[in-house]
């Protein structure tokens, strides 16, 4: 299997897409907003991916709730963005850990229902002042790191009690940028003890089962490279710092944030060298996902070893559960 996972944004593979995930063989796939039309469509689509590759590929999705949400209205119900659960919380604690519980399970529930079995969720970025309210905003649950510890557990906890897989992110913490990654490079110039605040969230969920990566340079760091093409903070700071040791994801190779550091290739190429265990290429335009392939290569030992928990957490049947009690539930909570 070849170490990435692609971007989907058609209802409906066609020919040529279907040919190339054939022959590619790549681990996983990711939907987005133009390919989730319908539940019936989206249960064909996640049919189809999975028998162009001859196997039980995981299907992925960003579902966080809030702005970022794949599945839309009114097809599908419309679900808070994070912050939410942090202004709950910050009223009764024990109100805003079940609220996010109970959204994320929610969401598995729905994700599960058409064919979908991974969430890049939950954030775990600390945003403080002066950062890029566009880019993490109320998609972090709080800019308090205990709070965001608290409410991103129960977040995955939902999502594990419907059999989702889960990805925090982005790791080591996108809380400080002042410009968006998905335009340019951030960044980040906080000194070691500032960025500790910062790393806080993710030791304590350092026990996941996947993370991401994050695409800003962190001066204290490393001066050079982006976190996701930096040997040094994948290995000093994410594996050894944060103890982290489930499956790790670079976010989108697509951002103009990699643009120095080549082609789509190369920034493949320089994502998996740096220690990142799958790279994601999300534009689904077959030119770009041949280029991305070119630089990718089979998933090694240990990334396999990695991949091969996720899915079979991803994999296990959810257990009884009334939607419409829990949705009552969370209304209530949401009050």
């Known amino acids: 299997m070849l170490s990435c996972a692609f971007g989907i944004r058609q209802p409906k593979l066609d020919d040529g897409a279907r040919a190339f995930f054939r022959e590619s063989q790549p681990w996983a796939f990711i939907l987005f907003r133009e390919a989730c039309v319908s539940r019936e469509q989206v249960r064909a689509l996640c049919v189809e991916l999975r028998e162009s590759v001859g196997r039980d590929a995981l299907v992925w999705i960003d579902q966080e709730g809030g702005r970022v949400a794949r599945l839309k209205a009114p097809e599908w119900p419309v679900w808070p963005a ?7 919380h910050a009223r009764d604690p024990d109100a805003g850990v079940e609220a996010a519980r109970l959204g994320h399970r929610l969401i598995a529930h729905e994700l599960r229902a058409i064919g979908v079995n991974a969430d890049f969720a939950p954030v775990l970025d600390a945003p403080v002042e002066g950062s890029d309210k566009a880019v993490v905003g109320d998609r972090a649950f709080s800019a308090d790191p205990d709070t965001i510890s608290v409410l991103a557990r129960a977040a995955l906890e939902g999502l594990h009690a419907g059999e989702v897989a889960g990805c925090i992110k ?8 002042i410009s968006d990654s998905h335009f340019s490079l951030p960044r980040v110039r ?31 760091w490393d001066g050079e490279r982006p976190a996701t093409c930096s ?21 989108d190779l697509d951002m103009r944030a990699l643009a120095k550091i ?11 060298g740096a220690g990142c265990d799958i790279v994601l290429q999300c534009s689904g335009v077959l030119a770009e996902m041949q280029e991305t392939a070119k630089g990718c290569s089979d ?12 899915e079979a957490l991803a994999k296990r049947q959810p257990g009884e559960f009334d939607a419409g009690e829990g949705w009552a539930r969370f209304g209530q909570l949401m009050l």
């Open 190 to 220: 906080a000194a070691v003890n500032e960025l500790e605040r910062d790393l806080q969230p993710f030791i304590e969920l350092a026990d996941a089962e996947a993370a991401m990566t994050a695409h800003i340079v962190y001066e204290a």
């Open 262 to 272: 080549g082609g789509l290739a190369e920034r493949a190429a320089a994502a998996l």
């Open 82 to 88: 994070p912050g939410r659960y942090g202004e709950i």
């Open 170 to 177: 982005h790791m080591p913490g996108h809380g400080r940028a």
């Open 299 to 310: 998933l090694s030992s240990a990334a396999h070893e990695r991949a091969r928990r996720v």
């Open 231 to 251: 040997p040094v903070i994948i290995g000093e700071i994410i594996r050894k710092r944060i103890g982290f040791h489930g499956l790790l994801f670079s976010d």
